[in-house]
């Protein structure tokens, strides 16, 4: 018991002390799973949106390969990709290995099915009649897709809160490709395992502290948006 | 219905200015960044996090320290991974030598393993003869043995004493976690059973484990650490000219000084001894 309190109590002073390398650790996961969500939007949203609006054969072979990809375990992403960067693989030349890159990709590829298989659902769920209607009043392919979308954004949203809390909370990937190296690419998962590896308790409970309030923070912004939409939705006529 | 949320526009200008200075950001020139492939033993014991800063400082040089397993650092530096190797595993690294994959392989430092177990000590190793009576007291008595089992230097180690035993250790009292030396002790610690860990990994975490080093001092037992620099005649894309530079300052008299001195505030001993450079 001595351990969980004196942890506590460790973990709250380093938080409070504003220890540098701390908000270092967490301010890298910040930017790399915050890139890597806003990347696989970019990604996963125009082709959950095709899985969902286009009929083409191969698209229920498609469709169970998002579905799958949505449940990808994160250590088979990082070894694939690290097979692909290492200086003596394939894509070597690059350089990429162990480096934020790199892990903004294994986190992509982590996080845009979720976003793909999400906004597909999301999408199946709209009247259909709507996208005639869009259609009919002359939009283009691109106005189409931006107009579902808004008339989709609840359970967008949720794709975001799903993308998000996959990649940040996601150790096994950004370990093999980015090398928990201390001030370059440790992030606050890897950097939990290696200190409670080491017995530095107190650090590993502030870690996770931080990332349990970071996940929190994010999905709390996101829902009071989600929930304040929900209230000015007018009711269908 | 009202107009809000994010334009597209918006949008890929937020995307621009996120993703541009990524690696401009974490300052990666790449001919600036020299990957170390070393044991976990000298990260968890926090030699290196010592020694790296003030490297870099001095050279401006972004050193990668990728701190696995002996084995799989010498297959980094076989297959061209990484620049510069720090390993302990002498037969294994000078047979990579021999081969032309490593080369200036240098033994500059070295300290020693000893096996560590429960306070109550039921295989009573206390009182054995050798290292290898040792084990073989811990296979006699089933008291539970956990193996680092990667294939690392201290792993290779084990495996010679075992040898040295006559023994081949199977049986559910003997563990193998995959895991490094840090991991690898708390594991033991927990389940009140017995390992072979360097000592400076065990100095650095002995205050949050149970464990107590039980057998010391056996010439088996010596650990000798050695840096060594990946063939850049094997591999054209290995960085050979910021792999001797940090081979030679590693070799250097400020390193040197840091090294003997290091652990000597903590734990009233150095963790490592100087090796004289030949």
Same mark, same amino acid.
């Given at each position: 018991m001595d351990l969980i309190l004196d942890g506590i109590i460790q973990?709250?002073?380093?938080?409070?002390?504003?220890? @540098?390398?701390?908000?270092?650790?967490?301010?890298?996961?910040?930017?790399?799973?915050?890139?890597?969500?806003?990347?696989?939007?970019?990604?996963?949203?125009?082709?959950?949106?095709?899985?969902?609006?286009?009929?083409? @054969?191969?698209?229920?072979?498609?469709?169970?390969?998002?579905?799958?990809?949505?449940?990808?375990? @994160?250590?088979?992403?990082?070894?694939?990709?690290? /097979?692909?960067l290492w200086r003596s693989g394939p894509m070597g030349f690059l350089n990429l290995m162990y480096t934020?890159?790199?892990?903004?990709?294994?986190?992509?590829? /982590?996080?845009?099915? /979720?976003?793909?298989? $999400?906004?597909?659902?999301?999408?199946?769920?709209?009247?259909?009649?709507?996208?005639?209607?869009?259609?009919?009043?002359?939009a283009s392919r691109p106005q189409l897709l931006w107009l579902l979308c808004k008339e989709a954004r609840l359970p967008l949203l949720a794709a975001?809160?799903?993308?998000?809390?996959?990649?940040?909370?996601?150790?096994?990937?950004?370990?093999?490709?980015?090398?928990?190296?201390?001030?370059?690419?440790?992030?606050?998962?890897?950097?939990?395992?290696?200190?409670?590896?080491?017995?530095?308790?107190?650090?590993?409970?502030?870690?996770?502290?931080?990332?349990?309030?970071?996940?929190?923070?994010?999905?709390? $912004? $996101?829902?009071?948006?989600?929930?304040?939409?929900? /209230?000015?939705?007018p009711k269908p006529s | 219905m009202r107009r809000h949320t994010l334009p597209s526009g918006a949008l890929a200008v937020l995307m621009f200015i996120l993703t541009f200075p990524l690696n401009s950001w974490t300052?990666?020139?790449?001919?600036?960044? =020299?990957?170390?492939?070393?044991?976990?033993?000298?990260?968890?014991?926090?030699? *290196?996090?010592?020694? =790296?800063?003030?490297?870099?400082?001095?050279?401006?040089?972004?050193?990668?320290?990728?701190?696995?397993?002996?084995?799989?650092a010498l297959a980094m530096g076989k297959r061209g991974d990484a620049d510069v190797l720090m390993t302990h595993a002498p037969t294994s690294e000078m047979q990579l030598v021999k081969e032309g994959w490593l080369t200036h392989r240098t033994q500059f430092m070295h300290n020693d393993f000893v096996i560590i177990g429960p306070a109550a000590d039921t295989a009573e190793v206390r009182h054995a003869s050798d290292a290898a009576g040792a084990l073989k007291q811990i296979a006699e008595a089933r008291a539970g043995f956990v193996s680092r089992g990667d294939n690392s230097g201290t792993h290779k180690?084990?495996?010679?004493?075992?040898?040295?035993?006559?023994?081949?250790?199977?049986?559910?009292?003997?563990?193998?976690?995959?895991?490094?030396?840090?991991?690898?002790?708390?594991?033991?610690?927990?389940?009140?059973?017995?390992?072979?860990?360097?000592?400076?990994?065990?100095?650095?975490?002995?205050?949050?484990?149970?464990?107590?080093?039980?057998?010391?001092?056996?010439?088996?037992? *010596?650990?000798?650490?050695?840096?060594m620099l990946v063939n850049p005649a094997r591999h054209s894309w290995v960085n050979a000219e910021g792999a001797k530079s940090f081979h030679s300052w590693v070799l250097s008299d400020e390193a040197r000084n840091i090294i003997a001195d290091y652990g000597k505030d903590r734990f009233g001993q150095p963790l490592f001894f100087l090796d004289p450079i030949r």
């Open positions: 973990a709250l002073q380093l938080m409070l002390s504003g220890d @540098p390398e701390v908000w270092q650790i967490t301010f890298l996961s910040l930017k790399v799973s915050g890139i890597a969500t806003l990347l696989s939007l970019l990604l996963g949203i125009p082709l959950g949106a095709f899985l969902a609006l286009v009929r083409f @054969p191969g698209r229920s072979l498609l469709v169970s390969l998002v579905n799958t990809g949505m449940g990808l375990p @994160p250590v088979v992403v990082g070894l694939f990709i690290s /097979i692909m934020l890159t790199a892990m903004v990709i294994a986190q992509v590829v /982590i996080a845009f099915p /979720i976003v793909a298989g $999400l906004t597909m659902a999301s999408f199946q769920t709209l009247n259909p009649k709507l996208r005639l209607q869009l259609l009919g009043i002359g975001v809160m799903a993308g998000f809390g996959g990649v940040i909370s996601e150790v096994g990937s950004v370990m093999m490709v980015g090398g928990n190296i201390k001030g370059q690419t440790r992030v606050l998962t890897t950097a939990t395992v290696l200190e409670t590896q080491m017995g530095n308790f107190g650090t590993a409970i502030a870690l996770g502290l931080i990332l349990l309030t970071l996940s929190f923070a994010v999905n709390f $912004l $996101l829902t009071q948006i989600q929930q304040r939409e929900q /209230i000015r939705w | 300052g990666e020139p790449v001919n600036k960044i =020299i990957i170390l492939a070393t044991t976990t033993s000298t990260r968890d014991s926090g030699l *290196l996090d010592i020694l =790296i800063p003030v490297y870099h400082k001095e050279t401006g040089y972004i050193v990668k320290t990728i701190a696995v397993g002996t084995g799989k180690n084990e495996r010679t004493l075992w040898k040295t035993a006559r023994l081949a250790p199977q049986g559910s009292w003997y563990i193998e976690t995959g895991q490094g030396m840090g991991a690898t002790l708390r594991i033991a610690s927990e389940k009140n059973a017995y390992t072979l860990t360097d000592r400076a990994t065990f100095l650095n975490l002995q205050k949050t484990l149970a464990s107590r080093i039980l057998f010391e001092g056996d010439p088996l037992l *010596l650990n000798k650490y050695s840096v």
